[in-house]
Nanobody
Framework: QVQLVESGGGLVQAGGSLRLSCAASGRTSFNYAMGWFRQAPGKERQFVASISWSGDSSKYADSVKGRFTISRDNAKTTVYLHMNSLKPEDTAIYYC?????????????????WGQGTQVTVSS
């Protein structure tokens, strides 16, 4: 089982930037895909971005393409979500998840471990 702890959320004005971090622990190697999902109030959790174990392949939701970038530092067993040009509709709780394989995917069922989430609020 992987333990995941997110950080970096907060309140930001529209057009601003934030960087979320997710520190992983519990497995002997960090050789699995990682993903970010988000859940806005009253809505279902949705895919945001995912990255392969090596970092050379990633997937993004259409709503964040060109604004968000997912990256990872395997030496630190940490994955990041760099969010630029934030919009009020990006307001949500952001969850980090560990994949069950090394390849990026958009399906929640392909992720076996989840963090507690970090709140991102974008004011207009």
């Amino acid at each position: 089982q992987v333990q995941l702890v997110e950080s970096g959320g907060g309140l930001v004005q529209a057009g601003g930037s934030l960087r979320l971090s997710c520190a992983a622990s519990g497995r002997t190697s960090f050789n699995y895909a990682m993903g970010w999902f988000r859940q806005a109030p009253g809505k279902e959790r949705q895919f945001v971005a995912s990255i392969s174990w090596s970092g050379d392949s990633s997937k993004y939701a259409d709503s964040v393409k060109g604004r968000f970038t997912i990256s990872r530092d395997n030496a630190k067993t940490t994955v990041y979500l760099h969010m630029n040009s934030l919009k009020p509709e990006d307001t949500a709780i952001y969850y980090c998840a560990a994949g069950q394989s090394g390849y990026p995917t958009i399906r929640q069922t392909d992720f076996g471990s989840w963090g507690q989430g970090t709140q991102v609020t974008v004011s207009s």
